[in-house]
Protein backbone atom coordinates (compact mmCIF):
# COMPACT_ATOMS: atom_id res chain seq x y z
CA UNK A 1 0.00 0.00 0.00
CA UNK A 2 1.18 3.42 -0.96
CA UNK A 3 1.94 6.34 1.73
CA UNK A 4 -0.62 8.98 0.62
CA UNK A 5 0.57 11.48 3.22
CA UNK A 6 1.95 14.99 1.42
CA UNK A 7 0.04 14.21 -2.01
CA UNK A 8 -2.49 16.21 -3.73
CA UNK A 9 -5.75 15.29 -4.62
CA UNK A 10 -8.41 16.82 -7.10
CA UNK A 11 -12.01 16.20 -6.37
CA UNK A 12 -14.73 17.63 -8.47
CA UNK A 13 -18.44 17.18 -6.99
CA UNK A 14 -16.22 17.67 -3.87
CA UNK A 15 -18.35 20.11 -1.65
CA UNK A 16 -21.37 17.93 -0.69
CA UNK A 17 -22.44 13.90 -0.48
CA UNK A 18 -19.86 11.18 -1.67
CA UNK A 19 -17.47 14.02 -2.68
CA UNK A 20 -16.96 15.59 1.00
CA UNK A 21 -16.56 12.09 2.58
CA UNK A 22 -13.33 11.60 -0.15
CA UNK A 23 -12.14 14.94 0.73
CA UNK A 24 -12.23 14.44 4.58
CA UNK A 25 -10.96 10.73 4.17
CA UNK A 26 -8.01 12.21 2.07
CA UNK A 27 -7.59 14.56 4.47
CA UNK A 28 -7.03 12.65 7.24
CA UNK A 29 -4.30 10.79 5.62
CA UNK A 30 -2.37 13.35 5.34
CA UNK A 31 -3.48 14.69 1.29
CA UNK A 32 -3.83 18.26 0.27
CA UNK A 33 -7.46 18.97 -1.89
CA UNK A 34 -8.12 20.67 -4.32
CA UNK A 35 -11.96 20.83 -4.02
CA UNK A 36 -14.00 21.44 -7.21
CA UNK A 37 -17.22 22.34 -7.46
CA UNK A 38 -20.67 23.64 -9.68
CA UNK A 39 -22.31 26.52 -7.45
CA UNK A 40 -22.39 25.89 -3.75
CA UNK A 41 -19.42 27.84 -2.90
CA UNK A 42 -20.31 28.14 0.85
CA UNK A 43 -20.52 24.39 0.56
CA UNK A 44 -17.04 24.33 -0.94
CA UNK A 45 -15.41 26.54 1.55
CA UNK A 46 -16.95 24.59 4.36
CA UNK A 47 -15.46 21.16 2.74
CA UNK A 48 -12.26 23.04 2.55
CA UNK A 49 -12.41 24.64 6.27
CA UNK A 50 -12.47 21.52 7.64
CA UNK A 51 -9.97 19.94 5.81
CA UNK A 52 -7.25 22.58 7.18
CA UNK A 53 -8.20 22.74 10.17
CA UNK A 54 -9.34 19.12 11.36
CA UNK A 55 -6.14 18.03 9.56
CA UNK A 56 -3.81 20.58 9.00
CA UNK A 57 -3.97 19.78 5.09
CA UNK A 58 -3.88 22.90 2.44
CA UNK A 59 -7.46 22.81 0.87
CA UNK A 60 -8.38 24.92 -1.71
CA UNK A 61 -12.30 25.56 -3.60
CA UNK A 62 -12.30 25.98 -7.34
CA UNK A 63 -15.10 26.79 -8.74
CA UNK A 64 -15.75 24.99 -12.55
CA UNK A 65 -18.09 23.50 -14.77
CA UNK A 66 -16.64 20.23 -15.46
CA UNK A 67 -18.67 19.63 -19.21
CA UNK A 68 -16.89 22.54 -20.00
CA UNK A 69 -13.81 22.11 -21.68
CA UNK A 70 -11.75 24.97 -21.98
CA UNK A 71 -12.66 25.82 -18.59
CA UNK A 72 -11.78 22.67 -16.93
CA UNK A 73 -8.53 23.51 -18.65
CA UNK A 74 -8.48 26.56 -16.95
CA UNK A 75 -9.11 25.17 -13.40
CA UNK A 76 -6.28 22.33 -14.11
CA UNK A 77 -3.61 25.32 -14.55
CA UNK A 78 -4.99 27.04 -11.30
CA UNK A 79 -4.75 24.28 -9.20
CA UNK A 80 -0.89 23.33 -10.69
CA UNK A 81 -0.12 27.31 -9.94
CA UNK A 82 -1.55 27.00 -6.23
CA UNK A 83 -0.41 23.20 -5.63
CA UNK A 84 2.88 22.63 -7.62
CA UNK A 85 1.60 19.87 -8.75
CA UNK A 86 -1.48 16.96 -7.94
CA UNK A 87 -1.51 12.89 -7.94
CA UNK A 88 -4.60 11.85 -7.42
CA UNK A 89 -7.64 13.17 -9.85
CA UNK A 90 -11.36 11.45 -7.93
CA UNK A 91 -14.07 12.40 -10.87
CA UNK A 92 -16.90 12.21 -8.12
CA UNK A 93 -18.93 15.74 -10.01
CA UNK A 94 -22.34 13.98 -11.01
CA UNK A 95 -26.32 14.69 -11.74
CA UNK A 96 -29.30 13.30 -12.60
CA UNK A 97 -32.39 14.27 -15.27
CA UNK A 98 -34.56 11.12 -14.75
CA UNK A 99 -37.77 10.03 -16.84
CA UNK A 100 -38.94 7.06 -18.97
CA UNK A 101 -37.05 6.91 -22.39
CA UNK A 102 -39.88 6.75 -24.55
CA UNK A 103 -40.57 10.92 -22.84
CA UNK A 104 -37.44 11.94 -21.94
CA UNK A 105 -35.91 15.38 -22.86
CA UNK A 106 -32.94 15.84 -25.75
CA UNK A 107 -31.59 18.63 -23.24
CA UNK A 108 -32.06 15.96 -19.87
CA UNK A 109 -30.11 13.28 -22.09
CA UNK A 110 -27.39 15.77 -23.12
CA UNK A 111 -26.79 17.21 -19.73
CA UNK A 112 -26.84 14.38 -17.78
CA UNK A 113 -23.98 12.71 -20.90
CA UNK A 114 -21.94 15.93 -20.34
CA UNK A 115 -21.57 16.10 -16.71
CA UNK A 116 -20.95 12.68 -15.82
CA UNK A 117 -18.90 11.44 -18.47
CA UNK A 118 -17.99 14.30 -20.66
CA UNK A 119 -16.66 16.00 -17.53
CA UNK A 120 -14.74 13.10 -16.36
CA UNK A 121 -13.02 12.85 -19.70
CA UNK A 122 -12.50 16.76 -19.92
CA UNK A 123 -10.64 16.25 -16.30
CA UNK A 124 -8.53 13.29 -17.30
CA UNK A 125 -7.56 15.01 -20.54
CA UNK A 126 -5.98 18.14 -19.03
CA UNK A 127 -4.66 16.22 -15.77
CA UNK A 128 -2.67 13.79 -17.74
CA UNK A 129 -0.07 16.09 -18.16
CA UNK A 130 -0.01 17.06 -14.43
CA UNK A 131 0.52 13.67 -13.81
CA UNK A 132 2.98 13.10 -16.58
CA UNK A 133 5.47 15.91 -15.26
CA UNK A 134 5.08 14.54 -11.50
CA UNK A 135 6.06 10.78 -13.60
CA UNK A 136 2.94 9.51 -11.15
CA UNK A 137 -0.81 9.38 -10.99
CA UNK A 138 -3.95 7.79 -10.42
CA UNK A 139 -6.89 8.27 -11.81
CA UNK A 140 -10.67 7.39 -9.48
CA UNK A 141 -14.01 7.46 -11.34
CA UNK A 142 -16.96 6.84 -9.59
CA UNK A 143 -19.77 5.27 -11.70
CA UNK A 144 -22.66 3.18 -10.52
CA UNK A 145 -24.13 0.34 -10.41
CA UNK A 146 -26.70 1.51 -12.64
CA UNK A 147 -23.56 1.59 -15.42
CA UNK A 148 -23.52 -2.21 -14.72
CA UNK A 149 -27.44 -3.70 -14.44
CA UNK A 150 -29.13 -0.34 -16.00
CA UNK A 151 -32.26 1.33 -13.91
CA UNK A 152 -35.57 1.84 -15.39
CA UNK A 153 -35.83 5.67 -15.69
CA UNK A 154 -32.55 6.16 -15.84
CA UNK A 155 -31.61 5.43 -18.97
CA UNK A 156 -29.73 8.59 -19.61
CA UNK A 157 -27.43 8.06 -15.91
CA UNK A 158 -26.77 4.76 -16.55
CA UNK A 159 -25.71 5.29 -19.51
CA UNK A 160 -23.39 7.95 -18.40
CA UNK A 161 -22.10 5.44 -16.41
CA UNK A 162 -21.74 2.54 -18.11
CA UNK A 163 -19.53 5.08 -20.46
CA UNK A 164 -17.41 5.84 -17.35
CA UNK A 165 -16.52 2.29 -17.05
CA UNK A 166 -15.03 2.51 -20.57
CA UNK A 167 -13.28 5.18 -20.12
CA UNK A 168 -11.62 4.22 -16.81
CA UNK A 169 -10.41 0.57 -18.82
CA UNK A 170 -9.11 2.35 -22.40
CA UNK A 171 -7.53 5.07 -20.16
CA UNK A 172 -5.79 2.46 -17.91
CA UNK A 173 -4.52 0.37 -20.88
CA UNK A 174 -3.49 4.18 -22.30
CA UNK A 175 -1.61 5.84 -19.60
CA UNK A 176 -0.42 2.24 -17.19
CA UNK A 177 3.02 2.58 -19.45
CA UNK A 178 3.64 5.80 -18.22
CA UNK A 179 2.77 4.22 -14.78
CA UNK A 180 -0.77 6.25 -14.02
CA UNK A 181 -3.40 4.31 -12.56
CA UNK A 182 -7.14 4.56 -13.97
CA UNK A 183 -9.54 2.76 -11.57
CA UNK A 184 -13.71 2.85 -10.59
CA UNK A 185 -15.63 2.75 -7.68
CA UNK A 186 -19.56 1.91 -8.16
CA UNK A 187 -21.69 2.85 -5.53
CA UNK A 188 -25.06 1.31 -4.73
CA UNK A 189 -27.59 3.35 -2.84
CA UNK A 190 -25.76 5.69 -0.95
CA UNK A 191 -27.37 8.26 1.73
CA UNK A 192 -26.87 11.31 0.23
CA UNK A 193 -28.97 14.35 -1.07
CA UNK A 194 -29.39 12.74 -4.40
CA UNK A 195 -30.88 9.62 -3.61
CA UNK A 196 -33.21 10.97 -0.95
CA UNK A 197 -36.79 10.88 -3.24
CA UNK A 198 -35.42 7.03 -4.33
CA UNK A 199 -37.00 6.02 -0.59
CA UNK A 200 -39.40 4.45 -2.17
CA UNK A 201 -37.49 2.87 -4.93
CA UNK A 202 -38.30 -1.15 -4.82
CA UNK A 203 -34.92 -2.07 -5.75
CA UNK A 204 -33.84 -1.18 -1.68
CA UNK A 205 -35.82 -4.33 -0.92
CA UNK A 206 -32.91 -5.93 -3.08
CA UNK A 207 -30.08 -5.07 -1.37
CA UNK A 208 -28.88 -8.14 -0.18
CA UNK A 209 -26.95 -6.61 3.26
CA UNK A 210 -30.52 -4.52 3.15
CA UNK A 211 -29.17 -0.97 4.12
CA UNK A 212 -28.29 1.95 2.26
CA UNK A 213 -24.49 2.65 1.81
CA UNK A 214 -22.67 5.65 3.72
CA UNK A 215 -20.75 8.34 1.80
CA UNK A 216 -17.82 6.93 3.92
CA UNK A 217 -18.26 3.77 2.43
CA UNK A 218 -17.35 5.27 -1.04
CA UNK A 219 -14.45 7.19 0.35
CA UNK A 220 -12.90 3.53 1.84
CA UNK A 221 -12.77 2.11 -1.55
CA UNK A 222 -11.22 5.30 -2.80
CA UNK A 223 -8.99 5.67 -0.37
CA UNK A 224 -7.84 2.09 -1.25
CA UNK A 225 -7.48 2.74 -4.67
CA UNK A 226 -5.36 5.84 -4.56
CA UNK A 227 -3.05 3.77 -2.45
CA UNK A 228 -3.38 0.28 -4.25
CA UNK A 229 -0.33 0.58 -6.34
CA UNK A 230 -0.80 -2.55 -8.27
CA UNK A 231 -4.29 -2.47 -9.36
CA UNK A 232 -5.54 -0.95 -12.27
CA UNK A 233 -8.75 -1.41 -14.92
CA UNK A 234 -10.67 -2.26 -11.56
CA UNK A 235 -14.27 -0.91 -11.29
CA UNK A 236 -14.81 -2.20 -7.35
CA UNK A 237 -18.32 -2.28 -6.31
CA UNK A 238 -19.71 -0.80 -3.30
CA UNK A 239 -22.84 -1.86 -3.30
CA UNK A 240 -24.45 -4.25 -0.78
CA UNK A 241 -24.34 -7.05 -2.75
CA UNK A 242 -27.40 -5.90 -5.38
CA UNK A 243 -25.29 -6.11 -8.55
CA UNK A 244 -23.64 -9.64 -7.92
Do not use: W
Amino acid sequence: MLNLKGKTAVVTGGSRGIGEAIAYKFASEGVNIAVVYGGNAQAAEKVCGKCAEEYGVKAIPYQCDVSKFDVVKETVAKIKSDFGSAQILVNNAGITRDGLVAMMKEEDFDATLNTNLKGAFNMIRHMTGVFLRAKEGCIINITSVAGIMGNAGQSNYAASKAGLIGLTKSVAKELAPRGIRCNAVAPGFIKTDMTEAQTDNPLLSMIPLGEMGKPEDIAEAVAYLASAGYVTGEVLRVDGGIAM
